[in-house]
């Protein structure tokens, strides 16, 4: 009570003293700092410690909340009350906000008198008080008005770890994009405990063969090396993320100290290398320098803490790294072996202290701190990585002259017992000849061993990649089959069928590939020719790659200069070809794009090119003319399972040559494969319904143009993956009247003559893409008020941002939760429906036109002067408004009903009464006049109209214009 008795008493000072916050405010960063604004100080806790005197006497303004020891508030004793008035701008009311202090005390948070928050625990005394940091946590805040609200900060720092850091900061932050960011300076800050932990590994490997084997000294300044490093990367951790000042402190100290003893244990190392000892004169230097280092920073911290000075380390840190340099210099012309890796390795610690850990040149700016952290842990490692390599490649390297001298020895000795006693010329002469023949006959068991060996990996290979083929169909089988025996009354039954049969069908065509080669080999296979869409059962095809290629990080592109493709075909046989062909470019394609082109050829109309083109890594010359051979694998040795069984190219040759075809290959090892395929196919016919109005509907669509009284909502929803168009629409179709499209362009064409109340839509679509769809409604009058949500496999934060500039409301990834989907549909509807509402209010939409969305207030500006320039023809109605527009009247209706909830011939009537209240408010004519100048043919019908709308004649603005209206 007493806080908000205070509140009261203090609302004299909002005016000047209310720090009014923007969304302009946060930066690029998201983030306002509140250290250096307007503070009100109470200097010392009343009443036992609880709330501040009441009214404005003992507080003081404060401008500066991070004080130091030399700069403390007057009459500050290590514990006071801290407040300062926040207004939020109206973009702001409502909207998710955050709070970061930043302090090495402790602290309690109220907003308006209410807590909201706090760390550690407060006291009047150091022993009292619990000092907590908690630098990375957000305490979630809303402003649900525009007035001012008190942010009070009750906070204690007895202890004063940092001397010229008593107080505290606070920040206001946008909570969504700042808590994103966050996550992402976490994930490069996780790196330094990884790097140390690495370091840690091979610190610890180096000192355990260095116990075997003692003698080889630079195992041992090797560990020593690699785990004060791993210690450093700790140290760095716990200085970000450790909750307790003194724990950050000491680690602070830490770096100081690591940072010297990297120094001296790393040319140490060098000189090992180079030498083969440490020279005793540049052991007492380097370790005279380290010492003193080490006590100046023990009395840095400990004995004078606060007091700072320029300790000269960067330029003795620059010198000693000459030095080593030459060690460095010096093996290289010994031409040691590999050489280059240690100077590599002293390079990337020179750069990576210079340009992260002292940042000589300023490279950091405020926010990259984390990246700064990430640059220092991997600069830290790659020495160590860079001299355990070279300390394996120099091992590699004893070892193999070890072995050489010992094949030496063994053939002189292997001379002097044949020269030593004639008598054993002949038993050696045997038992060589017995050798020789035991080294035959192993030889040739070793090899049948080979073959018999290959040929079970072949069968081994095959049979794998046949199972792993069987258990995608056989999960579609199992989950629906889940589902069935969870839920026996679920409205999808006939679906969770047809998908187990569907897949059932699918293993049987997977065992029936097996059997195929003998049919093509002895011309039992037939061609069934039936229509069908070449362009749809090529993206068909692309659209099951979808989630493989967003995963493997890789582009698909397709390209046809034709929408529609009907030729007379066999689907089952052309699906086999274009599944093996795609999916081996797929496949072998760890980077770059994956194209699939398909033309009409100019010298035939029946005549058709199919390419697919990948930048995965190639196949030799050598072994292109075999690719198309049944079983065989361009690399038999890779991982068994994405190489395949070796059949799928074989099949796809044969039944290419069955319709009369060829296949071609083109490629170049570790730049790309291209495979053609030519086809003469007759051209069909594509079977077309249309309704009422000319618009073409598929067969999906048909049943809803008979049904104009229903008064659901209508969406739209795009999709070209047909199973998936078939669920989403019997998921909506209890709520809502659902339109379906096949694919980008059909959608746009549907969307401009329905105007439904929402959009869902894929991203990867034949003819136009989701990207595309959504920028044609939202730039197009007729439906920019549509709210479009995005629905797809591409879920990463780059094309979540691609879709939001393209003005997308929301954005669900695939596989995507049902019950989410509705949440989503049903909220953006009502969203929608509400922002009519608040429109329509009070012609809210004249009157304040900055409450719509930009795009709408230009549509209505648009509309209000055509009207205006019609206002004296009294028989300028809707039909003339839409064709000045540039709408139907249908289209104009539908508009304005969803945008303000008004009529055309209603909105006409507003402007022109409107327009007349203000003529008579400034007396230019009398009534009569006005009704005239106003497109009124009849002034008493004008009178009879200004009264509804106004709840008062004319004449009354007339006779009383200041108070008239109000």
Request: charged share 20%.
């Amino acid at each position: 009570m007493l806080i908000c008795v205070w509140l009261c008493n203090c609302t004299q000072l909002r005016a000047q003293d209310t720090i009014t916050i923007s969304g302009k405010n946060f930066g690029k960063f998201h983030e306002i700092s509140l250290r250096d604004k307007s503070w009100l100080f109470h200097p010392e806790p009343v009443r036992g410690g609880g709330e501040p005197a009441l009214g404005l006497f003992g507080w003081q303004p404060l401008h500066f909340t991070g004080f130091g020891k030399a700069t403390l508030p007057a009459g500050w004793h290590g514990i006071g009350w801290f407040a300062i008035w926040l207004k939020a701008g109206p973009e702001l009311a409502n909207r998710k906000l955050g709070l970061r202090i930043n302090h090495d005390g402790a602290s309690e948070m109220f907003i308006d008198g209410k807590p909201i928050g706090g760390y550690g625990k407060l006291g009047r005394s150091a022993q009292e008080m619990e000092a907590v940091r908690a630098p990375w946590d957000l305490t979630p805040l809303w402003f649900s008005d525009g007035r001012p609200h008190l942010l009070t900060i009750h906070y204690a720092n007895h202890i004063g770890v940092y001397p010229d850091f008593y107080g505290f900061e606070v920040l206001l932050v946008d909570y969504q994009p700042f808590a994103q960011r966050m996550r992402h300076k976490l994930i490069l800050y996780q790196f330094a405990p990884i790097c140390a932990a690495a370091g840690l590994i091979l610190g610890l490997l180096h000192l355990l063969l260095f116990f075997f084997y003692p003698q080889r000294k630079l195992n041992l300044y090797y560990a020593v090396y690699v785990i004060l490093t791993g210690i450093n990367g700790i140290v760095i951790y716990e200085y970000y993320f450790t909750s307790y000042p003194t724990v950050q402190y000491f680690a602070d100290f830490m770096t100081c100290f690591i940072k010297v003893s990297l120094l001296w244990s790393g040319l140490m190392l060098l000189y090992m290398l180079d030498y083969g000892r440490v020279p005793r004169w540049r052991f007492l230097t380097l370790s005279a320098i380290a010492l003193s280092y080490i006590i100046s920073y023990l009395i840095r911290f400990y004995i004078f803490p606060g007091q700072s000075w320029p300790d000269g380390f960067s330029i003795v840190f620059f010198v000693c790294n000459i030095d080593g340099f030459i060690s460095v210099y010096h093996l290289i012309c010994k031409k040691r072996r590999s050489a280059w890796l240690v100077a590599a390795g002293v390079s990337a610690v020179t750069l990576s202290y210079f340009f992260a850990l002292d940042d000589t040149f300023h490279v950091w700016s405020y926010g990259n701190n984390a990246m700064r952290v990430f640059t220092l842990s991997i600069g830290d490692l790659i020495l160590p990585v860079c001299l355990s390599l070279y300390l394996a490649l120099d091992f590699s390297k004893t070892t193999q002259s070890l072995a050489a001298r010992l094949k030496e020895v063994e053939i002189l000795s292997a001379a002097a017992l044949s020269l030593e006693s004639e008598k054993r010329e002949m038993a050696s002469a045997e038992a060589r000849k017995l050798e020789l023949m035991v080294q035959q006959r192993t030889a040739e068991l070793k090899e049948k061993a080979e073959k018999l060996h290959e040929l079970d990996a072949a069968k081994f290979r095959l049979f794998t990649n046949i199972a792993h083929e069987f258990r995608t169909p056989l999960t579609l089988i199992i989950n629906p089959a889940r589902e069935l025996l969870a839920d026996a009354n679920n409205p999808n039954t006939e679906n969770y069928h047809k998908l187990i049969l569907g897949n059932a069908e699918r293993l049987l065509q997977l065992i029936n590939q097996l059997m195929e080669l003998s049919k093509l080999e002895h011309g039992l296979m037939e061609l069934s020719l039936l229509p069908l869409d070449l362009v749809a059962l090529i993206y068909d095809h692309l659209q099951n790659f979808e989630t493989l290629v967003v995963q493997k990080g890789i582009s698909l592109h397709f390209r046809c200069s034709h929408k529609q493709l009907w030729v007379l075909a066999d689907r089952e046989k052309l699906d086999k070809i274009f599944l093996n062909i795609i999916s081996n470019a797929v496949k072998f394609t760890d980077t770059g794009r994956v194209d699939v082109f398909l033309q009409q050829n100019e010298h035939g109309e029946d005549s058709f090119t199919i390419q697919v083109r990948d930048t995965g890594k190639g196949i030799p010359q050598s072994k292109l003319p075999h690719i198309f051979t049944r079983f065989y694998q361009v690399d038999p040795a890779a991982s068994y399972v994405p190489e395949g069984s070796g059949i799928g190219l074989a099949i796809a040759k044969e039944l290419v040559e069955l319709m009369d075809g060829q296949i071609l290959v083109k490629s170049w090892e570790g730049a790309y494969t291209e495979i053609t395929v030519l086809l003469t196919l007759p051209r069909a016919t594509a079977p077309e319904t249309e309704d009422e109005e000319g618009l073409i509907l598929n067969d999906e669509n048909a049943r809803y143009a008979l049904g104009e009284d229903d008064d659901r909502p209508v969406i739209l929803f795009v999709e070209d993956h047909l199973e998936l168009r078939d669920f989403v629409r019997r998921l909506l179709a209890d709520r809502y009247r659902v339109y379906t499209a096949t694919n980008g362009t059909e959608g746009i064409a549907l969307g401009m003559e329905l105007v439904p109340a929402l959009i869902i839509t894929d991203v990867m679509m034949p003819g136009q893409d989701g990207y595309q769809l959504c920028r044609a409604f939202k730039e197009e009058p007729r439906t920019s008020h549509i709210p479009v949500v995005m629905l797809t496999a591409k879920a990463d934060s780059g094309h979540r941002l691609l879709g939001i500039e393209t003005g997308a409301d929301a954005y669900l990834g695939k596989p995507f939760d049902k019950r989410e989907l509705m949440a989503t549909a049903n909220n953006l509807i009502i969203l929608s429906r509400q922002r009519r509402d608040a429109a329509g209010t009070k012609n809210r939409w004249l009157n304040d036109p900055a409450y719509l969305p930009s795009i709408e207030q230009a549509f209505m500006k648009k509309i209000q002067l055509a009207v205006e320039k019609h206002l004296d023809d009294a028989g300028y109605g809707t039909d003339q408004l839409a064709t000045e527009i540039g709408l139907s009247r249908i289209q104009l209706h539908r508009k304005l009903k969803a945008v303000i909830g008004t009529a055309p011939g209603e909105l006409i009537r507003v402007i022109r009464l409107q327009y007349a209240h203000a003529l008579l408010q400034n007396r230019t004519a009398t009534v009569a006049e006005v009704a005239y100048q106003v497109g009124f043919s009849n002034p008493a019908s004008f009178s009879a109209s200004f009264s509804r709308h106004f709840g008062f004649p004319p004449k009354m603005v007339t006779a009383n214009p200041g108070n008239a209206g109000n």
